[in-house]
């Protein structure tokens, strides 16, 4: 459990998923498209990882494996439109996203009270923000 009490059902999906310190990386083909594996594990109701970094923006294939006992799905980011995968207990399932800016895109399982019981997850993408999307702000330090 944590200080906060934020790793119970209900207390904050956001502060369970950044306590839990699961990130990944995807890796890169041959081909310039992006590839990651997302799995469900069993009794545990959330995305492993939860975090998966992009380098780029670009096209990315996710593989996503519920080793769970229960039905989950996926609502995926991707421009244009969201992707909906349908996971029933030990099945697997593909979607190709394109992403092609920098930021955070969330993900979750919205059946039952599966995001608020903590299945939710995001997809960080690196790299600069294009000068035509910067806020008009003063120059920030940077470490």
Not at 83 to 102: C, E, M, Q, Y
Request: with cysteine; aromatic share 4%; charged share 25%.
């Amino acid at each position: 459990m944590s200080k906060l009490g934020l790793d119970a059902q209900n207390k904050g999906p956001l502060g369970r998923l950044l306590a839990s310190g699961n990130i990944g990386q995807a890796t890169e083909r041959s081909d310039g498209k992006m590839e990651a594996t997302i799995r469900i594990n069993q009794d545990e109701l959330t995305f492993d990882p939860q975090i998966l970094v992009l380098p780029h923006g670009g096209d990315v294939e996710l593989t996503l494996i519920n080793d769970d006992k229960n039905t989950h799905c996926a609502l995926l980011p991707s421009n244009g439109d969201r992707k909906f995968i349908w996971l029933v207990n030990h099945s697997r399932g593909r979607a190709t996203l394109n992403l092609d800016g920098p930021g955070y895109y969330w993900y979750s399982s919205p059946t039952g009270n599966d995001e608020g019981r903590g299945l939710t997850g995001a997809i960080v993408v690196l790299g600069e923000v294009p000068p035509e999307a910067r806020l008009d702000r003063p120059e920030q330090p940077r470490p």
